[in-house]
T-cell receptor, first 112, second 115 residues
Framework: GQQLNQSPQSMFIQEGEDVSMNCTSS?????WLWYKQDPGEGPVLLIA?????ELTSNGRLTAQFGITRKDSFLNISASIPSDVGIYFC????????????FGAGTILRVKS | DARVTQTPRHKVTEMGQEVTMRCQPI?????VFWYRQTMMQGLELLAY????????DSGMPKDRFSAEMPDATLATLKIQPSEPRDSAVYFC?????????????FGPGTRLTVL
């Protein structure tokens, strides 16, 4: 089956630092999505990527769709306390319809 | 501000009881997904519908779980009988999806505890 490896599992950083996390897959994906989940809430879509090599920004967030189509990364610049949460990557392979496979998540903690 | 809504937000029940969770997708979205989130397994897709037709329920234990969309504004997930291992947060998500366009928007979830 499809699997995503997301790393790191957790990060504890100083406010103002940049953050980088990534996901890798053993199979090719056609779509990569990045979500953030706050405690007690559902995941919120941050960025969607549809083309290999695509680089997309949303404020201080930047995500890229890897050229091999087997990986994606998310960067957060100049972190602030409200960036705290769990970040998930999700991938879609067209052979499986609209199913998304989710990574295990990266827990981000920010020291202010 | 269009959002997916889910009820109830929390449910505590005893083993063997029937549980029904409801979801109102965002108006105009053609696809509805049911996910389950646990610490051990993470986010798992249980089932999804497009234009109210079930497309895939391979992630769902079919002996006790059932998912339906009686109309375009309501999706339900039912567990009968419930078991302690069903304790989890259940999310509904909706999107206007095509074969290659797949942005999914999540509701706040139903936290289920089966004693």
């Amino acid at each position: 089956g499809q699997q995503l490896n997301q790393s790191p599992q957790s990060m504890f950083i100083q406010e103002g630092e940049d953050v980088s996390m990534n996901c890798t897959s053993s199979s090719i994906f056609n779509t990569w999505l990045w979500y953030k989940q706050d405690p007690g809430e559902g995941p919120v879509l941050l960025i969607a990527l549809y083309k290999a090599g695509e680089l997309t920004s949303n404020g201080r967030l930047t995500a890229q769709f890897g050229i091999t189509r087997k990986d994606s990364f998310l960067n957060i610049s100049a972190s602030i306390p409200s960036d705290v949460g769990i970040y998930f990557c999700a991938g879609q392979n067209l052979n499986y319809g609209n199913k998304l496979v989710f990574g295990a998540g990266t827990i981000l903690r920010v020291k202010s | 501000d269009a959002r997916v809504t889910q009820t109830p937000r929390h449910k505590v029940t005893e083993m063997g009881q029937e549980v029904t969770m409801r979801c109102q997708p965002i108006l105009g979205h053609n696809t509805v997904f049911w996910y389950r989130q646990t610490m051990m397994q993470g986010l798992e897709l249980l089932a999804y519908f497009r234009n109210r037709a079930p497309l895939d329920d391979s992630g769902m234990p079919k002996d006790r779980f059932s998912a339906e969309m009686p109309d375009a504004t309501l999706a339900t997930l039912k567990i009968q009988p419930s078991e302690p291992r069903d304790s989890a947060v259940y999310f509904c998500a909706s999107g206007f999806t095509t074969v290659s366009y797949n942005e999914q928007f999540f509701g706040p979830g139903t936290r289920l505890t089966v004693l």
